[in-house]
């Protein structure tokens, strides 16, 4: 082993873009949820712009594919086919994370860079918002906002829950108009503990879901805070998309690579997609190899979203992770669509 590899057995991830990119699509994980998986960035962009990366999408009631991104247009938004309809956004945000789309279409972006939650309509018009911007609140202080992730929206009475992850290990709820209602959670690896509050969502019921990521699970909730249940072993769990239009709720949860540079080439450690049930049961998991651009691998799944067809549309912070740290820097994959066989 040389010193080289000595000194990076527990960081310095490499970024795999040696890897053999594969020239055919791939058809992955289990009945009845099967993808055709073609590892290219998905959405036909105007000449010259760049998404740099998407870090969130959403799905509205036309199946128009909605992308929040860091690039040239904050908001982009697609027709199914990848076909570009329409964006807005200049101006606004400071650093894009979360979108979260409602059943009525209105959409909440949450902006980690300046501490603020958006509600606008379809048409981009702003609604209200939520925080101060660039005015966070003391890391750990509980208080609403430090450093937000992603906002969940209940279907049944239109309350909203917000994580508050990056520097807070806290959930804030309002109600639909956004006035404050309470919070709960604190820092730790206990029951309603959280280590990066990073997506939440809501199910049919009501009961909130927790991307707890560091903490490696999802946490369940009642709509009072009151903690339920936990799904573990799971990879670091980032992003979750609960889909509440069948006879069932179904739960896609995207999870980030939990090795380290010394096993960069491991198994079942993530990145990858898993589908469960309510009760937390494994339907279909999507990706087994580690990181990189080949195709039937991804890069760090931040945000997920699937159309009223079951195909996925996941939203990577590739620069982020991998990108920036090329020499030369450069945009990496960040949006791929899966689409659903059967």
Request: glycine content about 10%.
């Amino acid at each position: 082993m040389s010193k080289k590899e000595e000194a990076n057995l527990e960081g310095g991830l490499p970024s795999h873009e040696e890897f053999d990119l594969g020239s055919k699509p791939e058809i992955m994980g289990q009945e009845p949820y099967v993808f055709s998986v073609d590892g290219k960035e998905w959405g036909n962009l105007p000449k010259d712009w760049t998404l740099r990366e998407a870090t969130a999408v959403g799905v509205n009631s036309k199946d128009q594919v909605i992308v929040f991104n860091r690039g040239t247009k904050p908001i982009i938004i697609f027709d199914p086919n990848g076909k570009y309809i329409n964006s807005w956004g200049d101006d606004i945000f400071k650093n894009p994370h979360g979108i979260t789309i409602d059943d009525d279409d209105y959409i909440y972006c949450v902006d980690n860079g300046d501490g603020t939650v958006r509600k606008f309509d379809s048409l981009g018009n702003l609604q209200f918002q939520l925080g101060e911007a660039n005015k966070p609140a003391k890391k750990m202080s509980g208080i609403p906002f430090s450093v937000p992730t992603q906002v969940a929206v209940d279907s049944n009475n239109k309350d909203l829950y917000v994580a508050d992850g990056y520097s807070n290990a806290r959930v804030h709820k309002y109600d639909t108009e956004g006035n404050y209602l309470f919070s709960w959670g604190e820092s730790g690896t206990g029951e309603g503990q959280f280590n990066i509050v990073h997506n939440i969502s809501t199910d049919s019921e009501g009961l909130v879901y927790v991307a707890d990521r560091e903490n490696h699970r999802i946490q369940v909730f009642d709509p009072t805070g009151k903690y339920i249940d936990q799904w573990i072993n799971l990879s670091r769990a980032a992003c979750l998309y609960i889909d509440r239009r069948g006879s069932e709720d179904i739960f896609y949860v995207g999870e980030y690579f939990s090795g380290i540079s010394s096993n960069d080439t491991g198994t079942d450690l993530g990145p990858r997609v898993s589908i469960f049930n309510k009760n937390g049961e494994l339907l279909s998991r999507i990706g087994k190899e580690s990181y990189g651009p080949s195709i039937g691998r991804f890069y760090s799944p931040h945000g997920i979203s699937v159309d009223s067809v079951g195909n996925i549309y996941l939203a990577e912070v590739s620069y982020s992770d991998y990108g920036q740290f090329l020499n030369p820097k450069r945009e990496l994959r960040s949006l791929q669509k899966l689409t659903k066989v059967n």
